[in-house]
């Protein structure tokens, strides 16, 4: 069985910097992509980042690119969600989510329709 744990969020002045991690476990696949998803109240879910285990990454949301960065450890089974300069607009339930993925050179598919497993989500607010 397929488990994602997210941890770190909580309350942050704009500005200011968080770190979130996904543990995981029971991921059998040969290759996987483990994703950052976020949900703002009454917004639709919206892909972050993702990697896979083969170190492919990819972005989706243009409004964290310079500002989030996603790495791995796959010895640990953790994937880090390292978000600096955060903006109230940041402010979201983060989601961790898993998937099959084909391989390297393979698009990495960055909406939520496509990942079967997920996590519970940890809340990120940001404060002005």
């Known amino acids: 069985e397929v488990q994602l744990v997210e941890s770190g969020g909580g309350l942050v002045q704009a500005g200011g910097s968080l770190t979130l991690s996904c543990e995981f476990s029971?991921?059998?696949?040969?290759?996987?992509?483990i994703a950052w998803f976020r949900q703002a109240p009454g917004k639709e879910r919206e892909g972050v980042l993702f990697i896979s285990n083969t170190g492919d990454t990819t972005s989706y949301a243009d409004s964290v690119e310079g500002r989030f960065t996603i790495s791995s450890d796959n010895n640990k089974n953790t994937v880090s969600l390292q978000m600096n300069s955060l903006k109230p607009e940041d402010t979201a339930i983060y989601y961790c989510?898993?998937?099959?993925?084909?391989?390297?050179?393979?698009?990495?598919?960055?909406?939520?329709?496509?990942?079967?497993?997920w996590g519970q989500g940890t809340q990120v607010t940001v404060s002005s």
């Open positions: 029971g991921v059998t696949f040969d290759n996987y992509v």
């Open positions: 989510a898993a998937s099959q993925y084909p391989g390297q050179g393979t698009p990495i598919v960055v909406v939520a329709e496509g990942y079967d497993y």
